[in-house]
């Protein structure tokens, strides 16, 4: 049996990671395992926050260093972006998407991905994107060394029809509250989430949901799950 898992984080935009799953990437981190990181885009066409007027040269300078201290704080061993159009990944060429993601899993023999539920949690066009385009990679057996595959729900999320897995704070919110801060040109969207960034755990941030999507060849299993590495080969 390998030792070190590898978690592979398929994302649009930096700070997708940190939103949804930094206290499941820190304890992934913790737990010696590699949790690696790929986004489809630099967040180019994003807002600037606070920091004001900015050309998307700029913004996108400025976002690669956010996400270079977003990923310190979390532990993602490995990060790599794939430049395509922020805000534009409907119109980019689909097969050209899978084989970007697919061949990141497969370098980094991925066991377990996770991605957007279809809903893309937000509604954003791009994250809805990548849901299809992981599914697609997956279920096809693009990717042979991923055994499952998990989609970042809302913290709230329930289900009765799937598993989910809810991955308590922890002690973490400082490192997702650091996190979140070094995404600096995203501030007013994170404040809208999680309100003014302090020492407290927000209301409704005690923990982060993952929804068991696909299990070797099974579609939303039932089964009650204490690690996302339960019953890896
Ligand atoms: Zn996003």
Redesign the pocket.
């Known amino acids: 049996m390998k030792k070190n898992r590898t978690v592979a984080f398929i994302y649009?935009?930096p700070?997708?990671e940190t939103f949804g799953c930094s206290y499941l990437i820190r304890e992934i981190a913790d737990g010696g395992d590699l949790p690696v990181l790929f986004t489809a885009t630099r967040g180019d066409a994003g807002k600037t926050g606070r920091l004001g007027e900015m050309t998307r040269e700029e913004l996108a300078a400025k976002r690669d260093i956010e996400l270079d201290k977003a990923i310190e704080i979390l532990g993602i061993t490995t990060l790599e972006q794939a430049g395509m159009g922020d805000g534009k990944l409907k119109e980019a060429d689909p097969a050209a998407l899978r084989e970007l993601i697919a061949d990141f899993l497969r370098r980094h023999e991925a066991d377990v991905v996770v991605t957007f539920p279809e809903d893309g949690i937000s509604g954003?066009a791009?994250?809805i994107v990548i849901h299809h385009a992981v599914n697609e990679v997956v279920f096809g057996g693009q990717a042979p060394s991923v055994q499952k595959l998990y989609y970042n729900q809302l913290s709230s999320y329930e289900a009765n029809s799937s598993s989910i897995i809810k991955i308590a704070e922890n002690g973490n919110w400082d490192v997702k509250r650091r996190a979140l801060a070094a995404h600096e040109s995203q501030i007013l969207s994170i404040e809208r989430v999680f309100g003014k960034l302090g020492p407290d755990v927000p209301p409704g941030q005690q923990v982060e949901a993952f929804e068991l999507g696909w299990e070797r060849g099974v579609h939303f299993p039932i089964k009650a799950e204490r690690t996302i590495f339960d019953d890896l080969n």
């Open positions: 649009a935009h700070d997708d954003h791009d994250h």
